[in-house]
């Protein structure tokens, strides 16, 4: 049975804009037309295969693909150098310590600080984490658990897949192309209903 309550689109195709809050996000929402939400650990070893996956793809796959990912936000970069990319990868980390965190993640992807609120606060507002974070968390009963990656449009905030993972094992290299068409779809349903209205 799927758990609808996650607000993929809500009236007028908008997103949950309570994603703004998030302040570890706001360099992936502001550069990226998706954000894939990866939450994972280190210790986890069902997570080890998606992220070789995920490395396959974003990080040593085509290197069109590579060009087409949000790299980290770097100090010596002017916020208006930044060119806007087709998807950034942020980590949220379940992992035990900052240093297996850091260790665990690619070069591609943008972590949520590991000492921030926002690492917590993301996995309760999707209600997504380990099995034993989940009384530390609060979360009594899980929507998904490690390893997932959640699809979210940057303008709606809404979600587009739940099932991230599950996408790149059947699209490979034209998964990120099959998340763009997902975005175009519901952007014109949105504006067909809306249009409507």
Known sequence: EKDTDLNVVNSHGRGDKALSSFKSLDHALANANLVGLYFAASWCPMSTPITNKMSDIFSSGTSSLQERILSPLKPHIAHENI??????????????????????????????????DDRDNLKRHFRTCAQVEMEELGIERRRLEIPSLIIIDSVTHGVLSLNGKEDMLEYGNGVLDHWQQLQELLRALENKYVDED
């Open 83 to 116: 060119v806007r990319k087709d998807l950034a990868i942020v980590y949220v980390s379940s992992d035990k310590s900052e240093t297996d965190m850091e260790k665990y993640s690619k070069s591609n992807w943008i972590n949520v600080p590991f000492d921030s």
